[in-house]
Nanobody
Framework: QVQLVESGGGLVQAGGSLRLSCAAS????????MGWYRQAPGKQRELVAS???????NYADSVKGRFTISRDNVKNTVYLQMNSLKPEDTAVYYC???????????WGRGTQVTVSS
């Protein structure tokens, strides 16, 4: 079984920064994709950023240039550095892990990010 534990959410003023972390444990295959999604009230969950086990990254247009995703393969941890935060970034942020070998996706419980104007 795989578990994802997120940390680092909170309340920040517009223009500020936060760093999210997500540690994965359990049966994790070497080849995988880790990422962050977010869901604001009344909206669908959307991809924020993802990173493959070899470091290829993908970002939503709305966060390009402001957010940076990275990972530590030894610690099985993914990070999301969020700079220049805007009120529209307010959402619950979910960690995601996709194991291609078994075609399975796992989700964390989510961490709240609130950006005040």
């Amino acid at each position: 079984q795989v578990q994802l534990v997120e940390s680092g959410g909170g309340l920040v003023q517009a223009g500020g920064s936060l760093r999210l972390s997500c540690a994965a444990s359990g049966s994790i295959y070497r080849l995988n994709v880790m990422g962050w999604y977010r869901q604001a009230p009344g909206k669908q969950r959307e991809l924020v950023a993802s990173i493959t086990s070899v470091g290829h990254t993908n970002y939503a247009d709305s966060v390009k240039g402001r957010f940076t995703i990275s990972r530590d393969n030894v610690k099985n941890t993914v990070y999301l550095q969020m700079n220049s935060l805007k009120p529209e970034d307010t959402a619950v942020y979910y960690c995601n892990l996709v194991l291609a070998a078994v075609a399975t996706a796992y989700w964390g419980r989510g961490t709240q990010v609130t950006v005040s104007s």
